[in-house]
């Protein structure tokens, strides 16, 4: 069981918006920042999202990330077929001294 | 360009000790504010965190592998390597290595950790079976 949760699945028509949350605890989200991993099926995750709403060049502005407290968002806009993948938050856990993962959303776009 | 090759012996038998090496071309794994890592994959699952090294010998280890787990670096190499003692059948899974962000900054008196894997190999699957 991750100690950080996240929907185990998302589905959304194409052009339109989803969010994907991730909720933690004061020892990682709460006072860490969080990144997020898209990974498309049967390929190595990709950075989207670093230090809770950058992107690393190369990725669209459709992806973007936020966070308020002990949870953490990823949204994307514009949905694409392509975008249909397994998304995962991730940060470091202060108390256990640790890096963590959600579990993972798997989004579908219809 | 920097880029993560993985290599390893693809099946074990149980209580055999699992050992993968990630070669890094591209880049010195020296000398940066990078730390070097494993990260897992057990079929069907998330991502599970193993842990990682820095270019000094500095680790952090999964709490729940710490007994079991060694991730050392060769500097004139340029890489770095995974050793899980004791494997069983749940250790099957793609294990993927990553170069790691991983720093702390102190903000309103408290410290915050960045961590993130903005490179990845491309996975080696390890199976464990008798």
């Known amino acids: 069981q991750s100690l950080l949760t996240q929907p185990p699945s998302l589905s959304a028509a194409p052009g339109q918006k989803v969010t994907i949350s991730c909720s933690g605890s004061?020892?990682?989200?709460?006072?860490?920042?969080v990144s997020w991993y898209q990974q498309l099926p049967g390929t190595a995750p990709k950075l989207l999202i670093y230090d809770n709403d950058k992107r690393p060049s190369g990725i669209p502005d459709r992806f973007s990330g936020s966070k308020s407290g002990t949870s953490a968002t990823l949204g994307i806009t514009g949905l694409q077929t392509g975008d249909e993948a397994d998304y995962y938050c991730?940060?470091?856990?202060?108390?256990?001294?640790?890096?963590?993962f959600g579990g993972g959303t798997k989004l579908t776009v219809l | 360009q920097l880029q993560l090759q993985d290599s390893g012996p693809r099946l074990l038998q149980p209580s055999e000790t699992l050992s993968l090496t990630c070669s890094v071309s591209g880049a010195s794994i020296s000398g940066s504010s990078y730390y070097w890592g494993w990260i897992r994959q057990s079929p069907g699952r998330g991502l599970e965190w193993i842990g990682n090294v820095y270019y000094s010998g500095n680790t952090y280890y999964n709490p729940s592998l710490k007994s079991r787990v060694s991730i050392s670096v060769d500097r004139s190499k340029n890489q770095f390597s995974l050793n899980l003692s004791s494997a069983t059948a749940t250790d099957t899974a793609v294990y993927y290595c990553g170069r790691i962000f991983l720093d702390t900054v102190l903000v309103l008196f408290a410290r915050r950790y960045h961590f993130y894997i903005d490179v990845w190999g491309k996975g080696t699957t390890v199976t464990v079976s008798s």
């Open positions: 004061s020892s990682n989200i709460g006072n860490n920042y």
């Open positions: 991730g940060t470091w856990d202060s108390s256990l001294s640790a890096g963590l």
